[in-house]
């Protein structure tokens, strides 16, 4: 056999899976299924087999495209993009919502239930079903599949899904008309997201009033963190707090404070403090455990407006310049600006577009994705490591880019600034700014202080 590229995927393919499947009969764990009733929590896969599970997708996906060719991989866009509508469908009428593991209904049962034309339905659900959405086991007759049962059982991921299907699709049409009618807009108001939802005013303001959105979207971020990708126990990794009194962390924009209810356990000698909307915090404090309401509080706060919060050790935004633009971001960085003392810490956990090629096509892919369905909703966008150093400095030379680093297995990366007073602040002679550097950890720096 002549070995190229298809053989070599192929190859990894097989030795990868091998790996991953061993490990799992090994530990008397079921092997991977889309038909077996799935695990109420997520698999904690040892690195080294997460890796081979990893490797082994980027390069079927990889070998997929190479066996179908240039025009089959285009040809196959429109076909590919029917998952989303099925997950529209079933979503919209909550299909299968009231339907337990291992038990049938019918086409006609669910069209009535639904009020919907029995026709339709079974059409709708027959093409679902190529998406491994459900299953019919015999003609006519209609039982879950893994992947249907967990967006029955899981409203966090339900929410997530709502988020797509209600909130970001139909902009997604609209992009090409956005970015002609407003070349490179930092406006909120001139984003595709504002075209497709014919917005009045920002985004956050409208869900404001509408109190299932709100939840809609903060139960989807809530469901980010039952991903082993966006655990939050690295971001206080290297921090050393030296003051008497309990070190503060400000979560701002913190929504429900799952990050801050996760560090609360970690670290309870620290205090946490969540803002967000009104309506936002509200809901977080109705659900936040009894045992934490001595180190967690939230608080109903606009980060358009000055930080009241004062002196506090660091200062936490997860997701959130994501969502704004250069000229938004630093707006909200220079709100902190009276809040800080020196020493305190800025701290950003948000995606860090890696340099090109550095990853597979596969994870390129989704983090491309991720940076234009950022600019589809507000004009925003994720950040090179470059960048993120570029804002802070834009937003005041005093603020100290300490770096960024990837802890190991995780989707986000940790942004670090330090605020200094202005005589730590060295003007170099081409105008930039140095400062020393502060230690960060042991991970992976994709960028350290300049
Ligand atoms: C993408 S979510 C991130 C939530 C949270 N940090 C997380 O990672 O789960 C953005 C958050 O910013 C909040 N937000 C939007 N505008 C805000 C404002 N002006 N002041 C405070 N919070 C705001 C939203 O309510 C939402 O919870």
Avoid at 371 to 397: H, I, S, Y
Wanted: net charge negative; aromatic share 8%; glycine share 6%.
């Amino acid at each position: 056999m002549t070995l190229t590229r298809a053989t070599d995927l192929a190859s990894l393919i097989a030795s990868n899976t091998a790996k991953y499947n061993d490990y799992l009969l090994k530990n008397d764990l079921p092997p991977p299924s889309l038909d077996l009733l799935p695990p109420e929590a997520p698999l904690r896969l040892p690195d080294d087999i997460s890796t081979a599970r990893e490797l082994a997708i980027e390069a079927s996906h990889e070998l997929h495209e190479l066996l179908c060719g240039p025009i089959g991989l285009i040809m196959n866009a429109a076909p590919r993009s029917t998952r989303i509508m099925s997950l529209h469908f079933v979503h919209t009428y909550k299909v299968g919502y009231n339907l337990g593991w291992g038990e049938k209904t019918t086409f006609a049962q669910i069209a009535k239930d639904c009020n919907l034309d029995e026709e339709d339905t079974r059409r709708m659900l027959r093409l679902a079903m190529t998406d491994y959405l459900f299953t019919e086991p015999e003609n006519g007759v209609v039982m879950h599949s893994a992947a249907s049962y967990e967006l029955a059982r899981n409203p966090l991921l339900s929410a997530w899904i709502g988020v797509t299907v209600q909130e970001n699709w139909s902009p997604m049409l609209k992009i090409s008309e956005a970015i002609s009618k407003y070349p490179g807009s930092e406006e909120p108001m001139e984003s595709a997201y504002a075209i497709a939802h014919n917005l009045s005013e920002m985004p956050f303001k409208v869900w404001e009033r509408d109190p299932k959105r709100i939840k809609q979207f903060s139960d989807a971020m809530a469901f980010l963190h039952s991903d082993s990708g966006f655990q939050p126990s690295h971001i206080l990794l290297g921090c050393q707090f030296s003051g008497p009194d309990p070190p503060t962390f400000v979560d701002i924009g913190g929504s429900q404070g799952h990050v801050s209810i996760s560090l609360a356990r970690l670290h309870p000698n620290m205090k946490f403090i969540v803002q967000d909307t009104p309506q936002t915090v509200a809901l977080g404090a109705e659900q936040l455990p009894e045992d934490l309401k001595d180190g967690v509080t939230f608080m109903a706060h606009d980060f358009w407006n000055e930080q009241p919060v004062k002196d506090a050790d660091v200062y936490f935004f997860r997701c959130i310049f994501h969502d704004w633009s250069d000229k938004y971001s630093v707006r909200i960085l220079r709100n902190l600006i009276p809040a800080l003392k020196k020493g305190a810490r800025v701290i950003i956990s948000d995606v860090c577009i890696p340099p090109k090629g550095v990853v597979s096509m596969y994870k390129e892919h989704w983090i491309r994705g991720l940076d234009v369905v950022m600019k589809c909703f507000t004009n925003a966008k994720e950040r090179e490591a470059g960048d993120w150093a570029a804002l802070f400095t834009k937003a005041d030379p005093r603020f100290k880019f300490l770096g960024v680093r990837m802890p190991p297995g995780s989707k986000d990366a940790v942004i670090e600034a330090e605020w200094t007073s202005a005589e730590d602040v060295k003007v170099q002679p081409n105008g930039s700014e140095s400062g020393t550097n502060g230690s960060l950890g042991s991970e992976a720096p994709i960028l350290n202080g300049m």
